[in-house]
Each structure stands twice: as C-alpha cells, then as structure tokens.
C-alpha cells in the first residue's frame, strides 16, 4: 500500500481570488473623466464667448449650491427629475423611448390632484388613494402608444410625442372647464386644495432630531423616500429578475427572445405601462409636498429633461439619482448668475454639454474597448495558428 501523501487538489475558480481587468478598469474610469473634461471645456467657452469669467462663475454657483438651504433645495428638485429618470429608463432598457413623460405625468397630476380634492379619507389610505390615481393615468396613457406599436407598428416615438400635445391640451380643458376651483375675483385656474390627511409629510422633525437645524421656510419633501422605494424596485425588478432578463433580451434581439419563449408584444406593453406608471408619479412632489393642487403654475418640462438625466445616469438607479441632483444643482446655482451679470440660460447649455460629452465620451470608449477586443482575439488566434 503507497504511503504518499495524497495530491492537493486545485480549489477551483470559485474559491480562486478574482483578477481585476486594468484595461477594462481604465475603461471605465475614462469615459466619465473624459465627460467631465469636454463639458467644462466647452462650457467655459460658452462664458468667456458671452464676455464672463468661467472660474468666477464656477466659484460663485458652488458657494450657493453648498450650503443648507440649497443642498434642501437641490434635494427636492432632484426628486421629481429621479423619477423622470427612473420612467425613461425602463423604456431605454428595452431600446424603447418613452417621449412622452411630460404629457403622462401632467395629465396624472392633474387628475389625481382633482381625485384627491373631491374626498375625504384617513390619513393613509388618502395618500394611497391619490398614488394608485396618478400611477394608473400615468400608465394607461404610456400604454396607448405601446398598443399601437404592438397592433400597427407605430413608432413609440412618434405616437408619445403626439400625446404629449393631446395630453396638454385635454389637461387644460379639464382645468378651465370641469376641475378647477372657481373663486370670485380670480383669474387663477387650480384644482381644490388637497385636505391635510392627503398630504405627505415632509423630514422635517426627523432631520430635527438628528441635530439638523433647518434654515427659516426650508424643509426636506418627504416625497424623497417614495423616490428611493421606486429606485429600489427598479434595480430589483430590472436588474435581479427574470422579467429585467427578459425585458433587456428583447431589447437586444426580439426574434431570439421570442425563440426563447417571451412574448416580445406582451413585453412591450408592460415596459410602457411600467413606463408609464413611474411617470405617473413625476408630479406628486409637487401636488403631495408643495402646492397641494394643480395650476396654472405647475412646473413642466420635467419629462424632457428626464430623458437627459436617464443618458447621463446610464439606465443605473443610483447614476441616473446623480445626474438628478447634478441637474437640480445647476438649477439652484444658476439663480445667482443674473448677480455677476451672467445670463441664467447658461445653466441650460451646461446640461446640454454634460449630457452631449456623456454621450459621446461612452461611445468613444465603447469602441476603443471593442477595437481592444478584437485586437486580443486576433492574436489569440495568430498565436493558436
């Protein structure tokens, strides 16, 4: 009988310590240095062709946007544009694009603003009630164009855009005609004011009891958890399920997914309503948290801007929360601009940059990293041969 000591066995790749790709590391690390380079380039040029001083203005919208009041501020504008984010998203992951936030969004606030005024329930289920309100206008608005994409081939492209106009106009004639509070010498046209058991409560009082002293007439929207929830289903749902699997394949390559069993027609009606019924919440902020009614001064262009913070964030839920809070953050600052004689507009071709740099930077590392690729694999091969 052999007495030698048995041959130790390779542990495997599992329980092998993982190699970091340098390559793909840097990869990644460049396309958003990359951004970031081109954006302040062209932005500065933008100042000093308008006649400013680019580090004054940097200097000056920094020292605004840092302190409390405005960090609040910044937080609370960013939430609306997260879910503007979040609701592009899910349509980008199955390379549909959902235009139409904007009008989806307007058309459930509105209604949901109207729903909530008309009654009176516990606190809670009054919350829940104008929720699951804006929620189902928003998604059966987005559904109409993902029915017409899946029965007449119609671009969702064209047919969100033409809600959007269809959305604003009905909107408005609700608000004129049917949904408005009419009060005598007034020119204003708003919806009844929402009773205080259908308000969200704002993070005041727990921000108070972990020290944090409030700026007089600032608070934090309490709205900013139903942001996160939403964030969080989104990752769960498209990034750690089946459905996401199956959402981004039929993205990818639909007669394959169909191959595979999915049913690529049934899938895009969910994404649009999925799409649709995050939308559905973009306004809630406001209508919850803020003015407790919808008007006439009830703020658009959130859906449009939505599609720029979803490019900038990737599809990922915490990037697309940066680029909200980077776009909320130029907002608050360019405030100060009209002080040192610069035009507010600056901030809008800011956003435009970042976006476009964004954009562009990806696409140039993309296909450095495929040129890479193949370049190895030729190798691997000429040296095989």
Same mark, same amino acid.
């Given at each position: 009988?052999?007495?030698?000591?048995?041959?130790?066995?390779?542990?495997?790749?599992?329980?092998?310590?993982?190699?970091?790709?340098?390559?793909?590391?840097?990869?990644?690390?460049?396309?958003?240095?990359?951004?970031?380079?081109?954006?302040?380039?062209?932005?500065?040029?933008?100042?000093?062709?308008?006649?400013?001083?680019?580090?004054?203005?940097?200097?000056?919208?920094?020292?605004?946007?840092?302190?409390?009041?405005?960090?609040?501020?910044?937080?609370?504008?960013?939430?609306?544009?997260?879910?503007?984010?979040?609701?592009?998203?899910?349509?980008?992951?199955?390379?549909?694009?959902?235009?139409?936030?904007?009008?989806?969004?307007?058309?459930?606030?509105?209604?949901?603003?109207?729903?909530?005024?008309?009654?009176?329930?516990?606190?809670?289920?009054?919350?829940?009630?104008?929720?699951?309100?804006? #929620?189902?206008?928003?998604?059966?608005?987005?559904? #109409?164009?993902?029915?017409?994409?899946?029965?007449?081939?119609?671009?969702?492209?064209?047919?969100?855009?033409?809600?959007?106009?269809?959305?604003?106009?009905?909107?408005?004639?609700?608000?004129?005609?049917?949904?408005?509070?009419?009060?005598?010498?007034?020119?204003?046209?708003?919806?009844?004011?929402?009773?205080?058991?259908?308000?969200?409560?704002?993070?005041?009082?727990?921000?108070?009891?972990?020290?944090?002293?409030?700026?007089?007439?600032?608070?934090?929207?309490?709205?900013?958890?139903?942001?996160?929830?939403?964030?969080?289903?989104?990752?769960?749902?498209?990034?750690?399920?089946?459905?996401?699997?199956?959402?981004?394949?039929?993205?990818?390559?639909?007669?394959?997914?169909?191959?595979?069993?999915?049913?690529?027609?049934?899938?895009?009606?969910?994404?649009?309503?999925?799409?649709?019924?995050?939308?559905?919440?973009?306004?809630?902020?406001?209508?919850?948290?803020?003015?407790?009614?919808?008007?006439?001064?009830?703020?658009?262009?959130?859906?449009?801007?939505?599609?720029?913070?979803?490019?900038?964030?990737?599809?990922?839920?915490?990037?697309?929360?940066?680029?909200?809070?980077?776009?909320?953050?130029?907002?608050?600052?360019?405030?100060?601009?009209?002080?040192?004689?610069?035009?507010?507009?600056?901030?809008?071709?800011?956003?435009?940059?970042?976006?476009?740099?964004?954009? #562009?930077?990806?696409?140039?590392?993309?296909?450095?990293?495929?040129?890479?690729?193949?370049?190895?694999?030729?190798?691997?091969?000429?040296?095989?041969?």
């Amino acid at each position: 009988m052999s007495t030698a000591a048995p041959e130790r066995l390779d542990p495997g790749p599992l329980r092998r310590a993982p190699r970091v790709d340098g390559r793909a590391l840097l990869l990644a690390v460049a396309a958003p240095l990359l951004a970031a380079v081109v954006a302040l380039a062209v932005s500065s040029i933008a100042l000093v062709v308008s006649g400013s001083d680019p580090f004054t203005v940097y200097e000056t919208m920094l020292a605004e946007g840092s302190d409390l009041r405005s960090v609040l501020i910044t937080v609370n504008n960013g939430v609306p544009l997260y879910l503007a984010g979040l609701a592009v998203s899910i349509g980008f992951r199955m390379g549909l694009f959902n235009i139409g936030v904007e009008g989806q969004y307007q058309l459930a606030a509105l209604l949901a603003a109207a729903a909530g005024a008309a009654v009176e329930l516990p606190a809670v289920l009054h919350v829940l009630l104008i929720v699951l309100v804006a #929620v189902s206008v928003g998604a059966a608005w987005a559904g #109409v164009a993902g029915v017409l994409k899946t029965t007449r081939g119609v671009s969702e492209v064209i047919s969100t855009i033409m809600l959007n106009v269809i959305a604003a106009g009905l909107a408005a004639y609700l608000l004129a005609t049917y949904l408005q509070e009419r009060v005598e010498g007034s020119n204003n046209q708003a919806t009844p004011e929402i009773a205080p058991s259908g308000r969200f409560p704002t993070l005041d009082a727990p921000l108070e009891a972990l020290g944090v002293t409030l700026p007089q007439g600032t608070s934090l929207n309490g709205f900013v958890l139903v942001a996160v929830l939403v964030g969080v289903l989104y990752w769960l749902l498209v990034g750690r399920s089946r459905f996401g699997f199956d959402l981004k394949a039929t993205g990818l390559s639909p007669s394959a997914a169909v191959a595979s069993g999915v049913d690529a027609k049934r899938m895009t009606v969910t994404v649009m309503l999925l799409s649709g019924g995050v939308a559905g919440l973009v306004g809630l902020a406001q209508v919850l948290g803020d003015t407790y009614d919808y008007g006439l001064e009830f703020t658009s262009g959130l859906g449009l801007t939505g599609i720029g913070v979803a490019l900038l964030g990737r599809n990922s839920p915490v990037g697309i929360a940066f680029a909200a809070l980077l776009f909320a953050f130029l907002e608050r600052s360019s405030a100060t601009l009209q002080r040192i004689d610069v035009p507010t507009e600056i901030y809008v071709i800011m956003q435009g940059t970042i976006v476009l740099s964004v954009v #562009v930077a990806y696409e140039v590392v993309r296909r450095v990293g495929v040129a890479q690729a193949e370049r190895a694999v030729r190798a691997a091969t000429g040296d095989r041969a």
